[in-house]
């Protein structure tokens, strides 16, 4: 098991210069993703949806690292959304759609079989499609035809040709459009103001979590060293902190290679907790054992519970995130709690996911890994052609 380099993590200009192709310069502007992604959406015509009668329903089609445009939109859609939104990674589309529904499809190339796929089968059959992707690429043309919407990604941030770090970096240009076109909709309240403010939280968060900061005062840096040698366990408290603890999986997974699992409360309370007493925590059947002397000597369970804002969850839904954590602490499990400050639900949600891209980037560039490139992915995309 390689130690983390926690000299590099203290050296801002040491870790600029591991990071060859800019991941975290690219995970800071986030917040600029943001403000221009919302110029774009406008001179695509987006606002033009507000004209039309509300979807029947919303289907949104997005793929691997786009996919997380997916799970912000259901989660901040929650049990109030006026309307069902269904998610496709592919396959056929539901034959229900039609002219009375909207299909948003996501990707940063605009090549993406699965999403152009469904895209072109809803066009076919009559329904408003709304598309992010890359300008000329097939799925542009498909958003550019009649009057469905095309947005580009942000301009800054469109990548040469099968950048496999770009949709993981350029998350907030392919949510903004999408934020902006069901504000438009009637399926969510998401107006440019109030994505100004995200982008305001998202400025703050890469600021907190530069890379000169030292590791006592970046909590970016100070989760990645708690995870050195850990098998992540990420538990969502709720609807909202479940979709960031589904991004922190993927992006621990692709970033720093390192397997996460995730999950969300209450309903995967007991499978999480059930993981207290297995080979990778510490044995607490000896009351003499000192958790953290004593863990095991290989990999150690690491719990990451992600936090809604004080105020934000019910009294029922806190006390069952504070007893699995009691739980996690008696097990001689490590925690790591991530706690979002006050705001709108996009604002806290935005604050969990920049922290946690953050800390995979810096877990990867501590361990020597590249978090920008996988020679593992790019020889699987090599033998499926």
Known sequence: MTALDETLLGDGDALLAADEH??????????????????????????????????????????????????????????????????????????????????????????????????VEAARRGARVVTVAAPGSPLAEVGSRGGNVTVPPARGLRAAGGDPRSSRVAVWSLVTPVLLACDALGLLDSPPQALAAVADRLDA????????????????????????????????????TAAAARRTAAMLARTARVPAVSGALPDDASEVVATFGGPF????????????????????????????????LSDEARRLADAVVSTAADAGVRVSELVADAGSPLQRLAQLIARTDFAAAYLALASGVDPARSPQVADLKDRIG
């Not at 970046?218 to 990420?234: H, I, Q, T, Y």
């Not at 990451?304 to 105020?311: E, F, K, S």
């Open 22 to 119: 800019g991941v975290l310069r690219a995970l800071a502007s986030a917040g600029a993703q943001v403000r221009e992604a919302v110029e774009l959406s406008a001179e695509a015509g987006t606002a033009r949806l507000a004209g039309e009668e509300r979807p029947r329903a919303l289907v949104i089609a997005a793929l691997a690292g786009s996919s997380v445009v997916a799970d912000v939109v259901t989660a901040l859609a929650g049990r109030g959304c006026p309307v069902p939104v269904v998610v496709r990674h592919g396959g056929p589309l539901p034959s229900w759609v039609g002219p009375l529904d909207a299909v948003v499809a996501v990707s940063l190339s605009g090549r993406a079989p699965g999403p152009l796929a469904l895209a």
């Open 205 to 240: 968060e890469a600021d907190t979590c530069k890379p000169f900061s030292e590791s006592f005062v970046n909590p970016a840096k100070a989760l990645a060293l708690e995870l050195d040698g850990a098998v992540p366990v990420v538990l969502g408290d709720g609807d909202l």
């Open 281 to 312: 925590a510490a044995r607490a059947d000896d009351v003499f054992a000192d958790p953290f002397l004593d863990a095991p000597t290989g990999p150690r369970l690491q719990l990451i519970v992600l936090r809604d804002a004080v105020g934000a």
